[in-house]
């Protein structure tokens, strides 16, 4: 093992590397990782090459967001792929709305696969920014580089330095449809970076109808394993993510793994089940997909997830959903509630109000499906299946 300090660097193997990016969570306080994809300017060459929560696969798949859970974040990168014109990629960490400096942060450390560790000094850092460490270019080799480097003002000055368009926060208010500014024959479109949190506090969110539909809405559920060791784990921990629908019809069902109830985008019910990690392999989380363009059919559906094997209790899984909706702020609910031995979360309910799409934060628990589709009245018949 190669232990790196601020300004050492090392020689990495320019085939594909895992990135582990693991700190001590701040209570309270989020901590977003992400990776720039850099030219010798030291800038992006567009909104294209940020890799974060809101983006997780740019450069053609060469450079991936893996995970991103409470105290760890994870990425991909195939350095042999990575364009000609790149010449860095940048690792950053910032503290989500500036709620605390990296000073809170007592342990932070990079580990790049075969034998690479940088332990990052995070004491009396009062930043809310930070650059971990770079991958870079020498003579036709690829090293890398831990900066440790603290930056002023979180995520959004920190892409801004980079070259990142940044789009205006979205309102604290119901949204609005952002109509496009005028700009030149090729626009250049702007990332955002808000996202929303729903909690006790605030639970609940509209999204205006917009003229162009909603898009492709994108449901994901990721969550911890296992105690993590040397880029491997401990007992994996399997939740499955499912939901129950309504059409305006009445048609009702389920889209989950089991009894392979898989759905459809471009069919009713419009809700895809996106596969099922059945291994714990997947680190992105699994995914259902809701044809937004067809949100004027549908009337409700009830995201939930479902303990399938490994988990002693739902606090322990640092579960998170996250609905990302084209245009708008993404949308987070955290499964920080002590669900005791009760196998079945309802998680976030989306549903249909005057065209737009109301999203509620739920987190209760259930025995099972059927107690929870009779909790919110969907009435359907149940039987045991398997996947």
Known sequence: ????????????????????????????ADIDVSAFALTAAGKVRGDGDMCFYGQPSVLGGTLQMLDSVAGRAAFSVDL?????????????????ENKASFERVSSLTVTVSGGIEAQIPTAAMKETALILGEFYRRQGQWKFRCVAQG?????????????????????????????????????KASVSLSKVTLDKTRSSISLEKSAG????????????????????RGKSIDLDVGCLYELQDGDKGCVQALGNAFGSLDYEPFVQL???????????GEWLHINGNQWSRIRRI??????YEGAPNWRETDGVV?????????????????????????????ENVDGGVKVTRRVDFHRSQKPMDEAYRWGMNWSRGSK
């Open 1 to 28: 093992m190669t232990t790196l300090v601020p300004g050492a660097n090392a020689a990495v193997d320019s085939a594909s590397l895992r990135v582990e990016v693991s700190y001590s969570p701040i209570p309270g």
């Open 80 to 96: 042999s792929r990575v364009d000609a014109a790149i010449e860095k990629i940048a690792l950053t960490a910032t503290i989500h």
């Open 151 to 187: 930056f002023a003002g979180g995520l959004a000055p920190l892409a801004t330095h980079f070259g990142v368009e940044v789009a205006a926060p979205a309102p604290t208010a119901t949204p609005a449809p952002v109509a496009p500014s005028p700009a030149p024959a090729a626009p």
């Open 213 to 232: 539909g909603f898009g492709e809405i994108r449901v994901n559920l990721n969550w911890n394993r296992g105690k993590p060791g040397f880029f491997g």
């Open 274 to 284: 996106m596969g099922d990690d059945r291994t714990g392999a997947v680190a992105g």
């Open 302 to 307: 009830l995201v939930y997830a479902f303990i």
């Open 322 to 350: 996250t609905i990302f909706v084209p245009g708008q702020a993404e949308i987070e609910v955290r499964l920080n509630e002590e669900g005791g031995s009760l196998g079945c979360c309802a998680i976030a309910l989306l």
